[in-house]
């Protein structure tokens, strides 16, 4: 071009300004999220370390004594009460989801359907708080005969029977978090069985086979990694939900002696003391919200892999899918 | 199969065996069952929260504040005003900053950040903000606002909490919506000589506008049911308050401190208050669910 001359088609320097500052506005901001992350980070383990120096990072991660007054900080019976309270919930609370998503994608009526799905995503519509009221009124008190029942008749095994059941306990904390994680598993579960390829399915029954063993030999080995992916996302929200879980399991620092004993978790940890917390024992809440962090960026991080490797391998083995095969996973992961 | 009607023998090699067929009405069975009692916890919650909120539902109710001391004076424990009118407050603001940073993060990611690397990296980190848990939220929040600044608890310290919890599903839900809108369309407009920026504000947004309306009130409704971020930004107060930089009360809040409470009356505040909740909550859930069967892209 002669001169520095501009083409007609070329715009001025004064209206090319709003393109440039858009897209370099919209960068730092995006930008600002990964700043956001580093930042969270870094604050909370500067906030944590007085506690981590007191104790050690493993100390305080697994030894077995969290006393307030006598400045011991080890949190223990909090992790391993946030362990068996998630585990009991995916225990109770991933068969019934898969149920669930099985019997509205293969077994239910058409006009059922949404019905279905609809009142399932409800469940998801309730707040962790009202779980809460409801768990230690109404849930707990209905259920402690039961439980005393059965740890009469199971008094042989160790962890289970034996002792009193008191209202608030890991059991009841468990069960409501299967509740709450029931939505969301089943959400995913629903999306990854409506990728199985119409064919595989139509081949299972050609072949003879009854609808459980189509369910069985198509439907289920097809969707199994989605299925643990979507199950794994459960882990980590049941391992970070807070509320509930300190109305209903009993708040005490102790490792609880069975299942239907009182216990403490993480989470609930710092709902409770973080009020009246100082110097030590604040900093002590911290690292427990950091160890919680952890755990559920590595639950997380697990299932995110593995619901992505199922959508993509749905995605390359049935090129003539109906739209919206991953896309919804996406959209059912972002509203976990 | 010359035969017109073949003897029923020469079915029985296709005919299924009487085990498999006890196995799949079983198997069958037991899905159904297991659909059912995933059903069940809906109903009795849906029922308990009726047959005990309403009973404390009146006018007074909604239209005065809770009162403090409550153990000797059962009659007058007072509504939760304060708690609904907080909730609001403190979901608008949080909306307010949630939603534009959002929206603009998702355009970024699908209009230029496309598959480049720092892009996956701020999808990346998306997902980690999706996993946190809401109280680690508020200890974040905490430390950067409270300790940080010196001063205590106030309102907007608990929408910028919540503010956190909501952008990643307002980005997500963007993101998905953004990437439905056809590239022709992108395209026809920039073809036309339209730059950038107005392809963007006067092309894709409004295209998109509908179902990214769904998915922003599916997050407004995840955070107005949240506790645990506001127990230590926002805090308890009981008085109604306009003024988001002091003490703030929220319907949340309000339900975790009365569940503790010995007197049957303030639980029963709390049945109320907690039904008031999950009312606002369905609503907003339902007003998503119709904006989005209306929406041809979401």
């Given at each position: 071009m002669p001169g520095g001359e501009r083409s007609i088609l070329e715009r001025s320097p004064l209206a090319r300004l709003p393109d440039r500052a858009l897209k370099y506005g919209l960068t730092t901001l995006a930008g600002l999220i990964l700043v956001l992350i580093v930042y969270f980070f870094v604050r909370l383990v500067g906030e944590a370390r007085p506690a981590f120096a007191h104790a050690g990072v493993f100390g305080f991660t697994f030894d077995n004594d969290w006393n307030v007054s006598g400045e011991k900080f080890g949190a223990l019976p909090l992790v391993i009460g946030t362990l068996i309270t998630s585990g009991l919930a995916l225990l109770i609370g991933v068969p019934v989801a898969v149920a669930t998503a099985i019997y509205a994608n293969e077994l239910c009526p058409l006009r059922l359907r949404t019905a279905l799905t609809i009142l399932v995503e409800?469940?998801?519509?309730?707040p962790s708080v009202v779980y809460g009221l409801w768990g230690i009124f109404f849930l707990a008190p209905k259920l402690q005969p039961i439980e005393q029942w059965i740890a009469d008749r199971l008094s042989f095994i160790p962890f289970i029977g034996g002792g009193t059941v008191t209202i608030p306990n890991y059991f009841v904390a468990g069960l409501i978090l299967a509740i709450m994680i029931l939505p969301i598993v089943s959400a995913i579960a629903r999306e990854v069985m409506a990728t199985v390829p119409a064919d595989h399915k139509e081949a299972a029954l050609g072949l003879g086979a009854t609808r459980w063993e189509m369910i069985r030999t198509a439907v289920l080995p097809y969707c199994r990694a989605g299925i643990v992916g979507g199950a794994m996302l459960g882990l980590g929200r049941a391992i970070g939900e807070t509320i509930a879980v300190t109305i209903v399991i009993g708040d005490a620092p102790q490792l609880g002696s069975h299942l239907f004993g009182q216990g403490y978790s993480l989470a609930a940890v710092i709902a409770n003391e973080f009020g009246e917390a100082q110097g030590l024992h604040r900093s002590a809440l911290f690292a427990a919200g950091l160890v919680l962090f952890v755990l559920t960026l590595l639950v997380n991080g697990l299932a995110r892999v593995l619901v992505s490797r199922a959508s993509r391998a749905s995605k390359t083995t049935s090129a003539p899918q109906a739209a919206g095969g991953s896309q919804p996973i996406a959209g059912a992961v972002a509203g976990a | 199969m010359s035969a017109p009607s073949p003897a029923p023998s020469q079915f029985a090699r296709f005919a299924v065996s009487p085990a498999r067929r006890r196995k799949d009405r079983l198997a069958r069975g037991m899905i159904l069952a297991g659909t059912l009692l995933a059903l069940v916890p809906l109903a009795l919650v849906v029922f308990y929260l009726l047959s005990k909120g309403l009973g404390s539902w009146s006018w007074s109710f909604f239209s005065t504040d809770p009162t403090g001391n409550t153990f000797f004076k059962t009659s007058s424990i007072g509504g939760i005003k304060s708690a609904i009118l907080g909730t609001i407050e403190i979901v608008a603001l949080a909306s307010v900053i949630a939603i534009p940073i959002g929206i603009g993060v998702a355009v970024w990611l699908v209009e230029y950040g496309r598959n480049s690397r720092f892009a996956s990296t701020v999808r990346f980190s998306v997902d980690v903000l999706t996993g946190v848990p809401s109280i680690v939220f508020g200890l974040f929040i905490y430390i950067v606002l409270i300790v940080g600044t010196g001063s205590s608890y106030a309102g907007y310290k608990g929408s910028f909490a919540l503010a956190l919890l909501m952008l990643p599903v307002v980005i997500r839900s963007a993101e998905v919506i953004l990437l439905l809108i056809p590239g022709a369309l992108r395209e026809s407009a920039l073809a036309l000589g339209a730059p950038r920026w107005k392809v963007i504000f006067h092309v894709v947004l409004p295209t998109a506008l509908p179902g990214m309306v769904t998915g922003v009130l599916l997050a407004i409704a995840r955070a107005a049911g949240e506790t645990a971020p506001l127990l230590f930004t926002a805090a308890t107060t009981r008085n109604t308050n306009f003024n988001l930089s002091q003490f703030m009360n929220s319907l949340p809040v309000q339900i975790y401190d009365d569940v503790t409470s010995p007197t049957t009356a303030v639980v029963n505040r709390a049945w109320g208050a907690a039904l008031t909740l999950v009312v606002m909550i369905l609503l907003l859930n339902l007003i998503a669910r119709l904006i989005s069967r209306r929406s041809r892209l979401a």
């Open positions: 409800l469940l998801a519509a309730v | -």
